[in-house]
C-alpha cells in the first residue's frame, strides 16, 4: 500500500485515486437504498447503481458544457490572468490604499511587494502549459470513477487466500479513511462555495461592486476548501488581494465575510474530521507541509487522507 499510495504521487494519479474511492463509496451507498426503493433481486441493485453513478458525470457534462466549456477548457488560462492580475494589484498597493494608511508603510515594504509579484508572475508562467494535463487529469478522473464503480458492483469473494485477504484489509482501512475525511471535507467545501457564490454573486453587486475572475474564484474556492486549513487560508488570501483591487471597504468586507464562513468551518472540521480520526491541528498541519514540499499542491490534498489512513492502520495493529 505504501508503494502504491508513493507510485500514485510519483506519477500524479491523485485525482484518478480519489474518483476510484468516490465511486466505490457513492455506489456502495445508493446500492441499499435502490434496493429497498425499487424491491430489487439480490445483485440488480449494484449493477444499476453503477451504472447510474457512471452516467450522472457524463449526463451533467452534457447539459452544462454548453455553459461551462470555456470555463472547463480555459481553467489553466484564466488562473494564469488571475495571477498576473493579483501581481499587478501588489505592485499597486501604495495607490490601492488610503494615503494615511499607505504612508504608515515602511521602505522596505516596496523590496516585498516586488518579491510577492516576481512570485506571483513565476506561477502564472508556470501555468502557461498545463492545459494538456488539465484535461489529462479529468480524463485519469472518469476513468478512476469507472474503476470504482466496477469494483463495487461486483460480486463479493467468500473465501480469500492469505495476500488477498491482506489487500482487501487495507484497501477496506483506506476506503473507510476516505469516506470519514473527503467526504466529510467535500461537504465542507461546498457549503463554503455555495457561500461564497451568494456574497459574489449576489450581496456585492447589491453594493454596486464586482470583482473580477467572479467564476475562477468561486471554483478555486470549492478546490482550496478540499484542502483542510491551509484552503481557508488560501481563499483568505487571494478573495481580500483581489477585493483590494476594487477598493479597500470591497477588500474588508471580503476579508470579514470570509472570516466569519470559516470560523464555522473550522467547528465542523473539528467536530467532524478531528473527532473521527482523532487528528490534531498541530499533526495535520505537520504532515500536510511535509507532503506539499515533497509532492507540491497534490501533497497537500493527499496529506490528510494518507495520515489518516496511517494513523487508522497503525491503531488496528495496536501500535498508537
Not at 508556470?126 to 489529462?136: E, K
Request: hydrophobic share 55%; with cysteine.
Amino acid at each position: 500500500m505504501a508503494a502504491a499510495l508513493l507510485l500514485i504521487m510519483w506519477q500524479g494519479l491523485l485525482p484518478g485515486l480519489l474518483c476510484v474511492c468516490l465511486g466505490f463509496v457513492a455506489t456502495r451507498w445508493l446500492s441499499p437504498h435502490l434496493g429497498r426503493l425499487m424491491r430489487m433481486r439480490d445483485g440488480a441493485a449494484p449493477q444499476l447503481a453503477a451504472t447510474l453513478v457512471a452516467l450522472l458525470p457524463l449526463v451533467l457534462a452534457a447539459l452544462a458544457l454548453p455553459r461551462t466549456r470555456g470555463l472547463i477548457i480555459d481553467a489553466p488560462g484564466q488562473y494564469r490572468e488571475l495571477l498576473a492580475f493579483m501581481a499587478s494589484t501588489v505592485l499597486e498597493l501604495r495607490d490601492k490604499l488610503p494615503p494615511d494608511i499607505a504612508s504608515q508603510l515602511p521602505e522596505g515594504a516596496a523590496d516585498i511587494q516586488r518579491a510577492i509579484a516576481n512570485y506571483l508572475a513565476s506561477k502564472a508562467g508556470t501555468l502557461a502549459t498545463t492545459g494538456r494535463a488539465w484535461l489529462g487529469g479529468l480524463l485519469f478522473a472518469f476513468v478512476g470513477l469507472l474503476v470504482g464503480v466496477l469494483a463495487a458492483a461486483r460480486p463479493p469473494v467468500r473465501h480469500l487466500k492469505p495476500l488477498a485477504a491482506q489487500l482487501h484489509e487495507r484497501v477496506r482501512h483506506f476506503g473507510e479513511t476516505f469516506r470519514q475525511i473527503v467526504v466529510a471535507q467535500f461537504w465542507i467545501a461546498l457549503f463554503n462555495t455555495s457561500l461564497t457564490a451568494i456574497f459574489l454573486l449576489v450581496l456585492l453587486p447589491l453594493w454596486d461592486s464586482r470583482l473580477p475572475y467572479t467564476m475562477a474564484l468561486i471554483l478555486l474556492t470549492f478546490v482550496a476548501g478540499l484542502v483542510p486549513i491551509v484552503g481557508n487560508l488560501i481563499c483568505n488570501g487571494v478573495l481580500t488581494l483581489v477585493g483590494l483591487s476594487v477598493s479597500p471597504g470591497v477588500a474588508l468586507a471580503c476579508l470579514v465575510f470570509l472570516v466569519g464562513i470559516h470560523k464555522a468551518e473550522y467547528f465542523i472540521n473539528a467536530k467532524v474530521i478531528g473527532h473521527r480520526t482523532h487528528m490534531g491541528v498541530w499533526e495535520l498541519l505537520s504532515v500536510m507541509f511535509v507532503m506539499e514540499a515533497v509532492f507540491g499542491p497534490a501533497g497537500l490534498v493527499a496529506a490528510p487522507l494518507f495520515y489518516a489512513y496511517l494513523k487508522q492502520e497503525l491503531q488496528a495493529g495496536g501500535w498508537v
